[in-house]
C-alpha cells in the first residue's frame, strides 16, 4: 500500500547521494572493471642480443619439430604430458595450427636479466636492432599481437641505462615504422619502492612531450619481483599503492619466480612458482589488481625441454602442470623461454577451456533463462562463466559456433556479460 511507504525517504537518499559521491567517483576511478580485450596466454622472454626479424616463425617451426620428434602421436604427447589422451586429441590439431599460425602471442626483447650488461656501444646496438626488427616484422604483417621489451628498472644501478635504452627504442621505431603500435608493451622491473613507479609515470611524460606523443600514450607492466614490491616496510600493500601510482598507465602485473624466491631466502632447488611463497605474492598481487582493469601473469619455469626424450618428456609434463595450475588459480598468462614449450603452453591452455567449456555453457544458458538446471547461479557466478568462454574464445580454444550452439549468445553477448561490472549498474 502506498501508505506503507516511508515519507521522506526520497531526500534521504538524496543526501546519501551527495555524501557518497566522492566515494562513488574513486570507485569509478580506481576500480573501472575488466577493460576486455585479448590477453594473451603468454609472453615470451628472448636475450636482445638474440631478436631478429621472423623470430616468430622461427620459433613455431622449432617447436612444430620438437613435436615431431619427441611425441610424433597424439599418444605419445598424453603420456609426456599427462594431460589425459582424449584432452590432447581434441586440442592437439588446434595447436599445431597454432604453432603455424601464430606461434609467439607476446614477444618481449630482454635487456634485463636475461641479457646483461655488455657495455652501452653493444646494448645501443642492440636496442636498434630489437626497433628494426620489430618494425619489419609489421611492415610484413608478421608482428606478433604483442612485442616490446623488457629495459633495465629504476635502481640506482641500472637507471641511465635503462632510460638510454627506452629513449633509443621508442625513437627508432617511431623512426622506422611511423607511429608506436597499439601492441607495444614495456615492462619495468626490479621495482623495489612505490615512488620508483612514479618516477616511471614522470619519465613517461616527459618521453611523451619529447617525442610527440599524445598524453597517456605510454603505459607499462609492472614486474613483481622483489619483497619490496609486495610489502611496505609499514605492513601496508605496495602492489595496490604501485597500481594507483600508475595514474591509470599500469596495464599488468607479472611475477618474478627466481628473483622473488631468491630475495625470499628459498634455495634454488625449490624455487618454483608453485612455491608457497610465490603463490602467497601472487594473491596479494591478485587482491590488489581485482577490478582495476590491470591484468595478471605467473611466471614460468626454467626447466626447458632440452636433451634426451626423457628429459624433454619430463620438463614438458612439469610445464603443462605448472600451465594448468597457474590457470585454475586465475593467472592466465604466463612466460615462456624456449621454442620446445609453445606446444604444451598451448595444448595445456586449450585443454582447461574445452574441458571448462561445456559446464560453464550449460550453467550460462541457464541462467539467461534459455534451458533449466539444478544450479542457480547469481549475476557474478554468470559473469565468471561468461569470462571463462570469453577467454576460450580469443585464445582460440573455442569456436564461436559451438559457443552459440551450446548456451545462445553469440561473442558480443559472452563479451559483454564477461566484462560487466556486477552490483554496479544503474538502479
Not at 67 to 77: C, H
Not at 139 to 145: D, F, L, N, S, Y
Not at 185 to 207: D, N
Request: charged share 25%.
Amino acid at each position: 500500500m502506498a501508505s506503507d511507504i516511508p515519507t521522506g525517504s526520497s531526500d534521504l537518499a538524496t543526501e546519501l547521494d551527495t555524501r557518497l559521491a566522492e566515494a562513488d567517483a574513486r570507485l569509478d576511478r580506481e576500480y573501472p572493471g575488466d577493460r576486455g580485450g585479448r590477453q594473451p596466454v603468454h609472453s615470451v622472454y628472448v636475450p636482445a642480443d638474440r631478436v631478429g626479424p621472423g623470430l616468430a616463425a622461427d620459433w613455431g617451426a622449432r617447436s612444430l619439430a620438437a613435436l615431431d620428434e619427441f611425441a610424433p602421436r597424439a599418444a605419445d604427447l598424453a603420456e609426456a604430458t599427462g594431460l589425459g589422451r582424449a584432452a590432447v586429441e581434441e586440442a592437439l590439431s588446434r595447436v599445431r595450427d597454432k604453432l603455424v599460425r601464430e606461434p609467439i602471442e607476446d614477444l618481449r626483447a630482454d635487456f634485463e636479466d636475461g641479457y646483461g650488461a655488455p657495455g652501452d656501444e653493444a646494448e645501443d646496438r642492440d636496442v636498434l636492432t630489437v626497433a628494426r626488427a620489430f618494425a619489419a616484422d609489421l611492415a610484413k604483417g608478421e608482428a606478433t599481437p604483442y612485442f616490446g621489451i623488457r629495459m633495465k628498472g629504476m635502481e640506482a644501478a641500472g637507471r641511465h641505462r635503462g632510460v638510454r635504452t627506452l629513449d633509443l627504442f621508442l625513437r627508432t621505431l617511431l623512426a622506422e615504422h611511423g607511429s608506436l603500435p597499439d601492441n607495444l608493451v614495456l615492462t619495468l622491473p626490479k621495482i623495489t619502492s612505490v615512488e620508483q613507479v612514479e618516477a616511471m609515470v614522470w619519465l613517461s611524460e616527459r618521453l611523451e612531450r619529447r617525442l610527440g606523443l599524445p598524453d597517456g600514450r605510454l603505459r607499462f607492466e609492472l614486474q613483481i619481483e622483489t619483497p619490496q614490491s609486495i610489502l611496505l616496510p609499514d605492513g601496508t600493500v605496495a602492489v595496490a599503492r604501485m597500481i594507483q601510482a600508475g595514474r591509470g598507465r599500469v596495464t599488468a602485473l607479472h611475477y618474478g619466480t627466481y628473483d622473488y624466491s631468491a630475495a625470499c631466502g628459498i634455495t634454488a632447488a625449490h624455487q618454483s612458482l608453485a612455491h608457497a611463497v610465490a603463490d602467497h605474492a601472487k594473491s596479494v598481487m591478485q587482491v590488489a589488481a581485482a577490478g582495476t582493469g590491470v591484468w595478471l601473469s605467473d611466471g614460468g619455469s626454467n626447466i626447458l625441454p632440452t636433451g634426451t626424450p626423457a628429459e624433454v618428456h619430463a620438463a614438458w609434463r612439469l610445464h603443462a602442470g605448472l600451465v594448468r595450475r597457474s590457470l585454475e588459480r586465475g593467472f592466465y598468462q604466463g612466460w615462456d623461454l624456449h621454442p620446445h614449450q609453445l606446444p604444451i603452453r598451448y595444448l595445456a591452455t586449450y585443454a582447461f577451456y574445452r574441458e571448462a567449456f561445456a559446464p560453464a555453457a550449460a550453467r550460462l544458458q541457464a541462467y539467461l533463462g534459455q534451458a533449466g538446471g539444478n544450479v542457480m547461479d547469481e549475476p557474478a557466478t554468470a559473469q565468471a562463466l561468461a569470462s571463462v568462454l570469453a577467454r576460450g574464445l580469443r585464445c582460440g580454444a573455442l569456436e564461436e559456433t559451438e559457443v552459440v550452439d551450446a548456451c545462445g549468445t553469440d561473442a558480443a553477448g559472452i563479451e559483454a556479460l564477461a566484462t560487466r561490472r556486477v552490483g554496479q549498474e544503474k538502479q
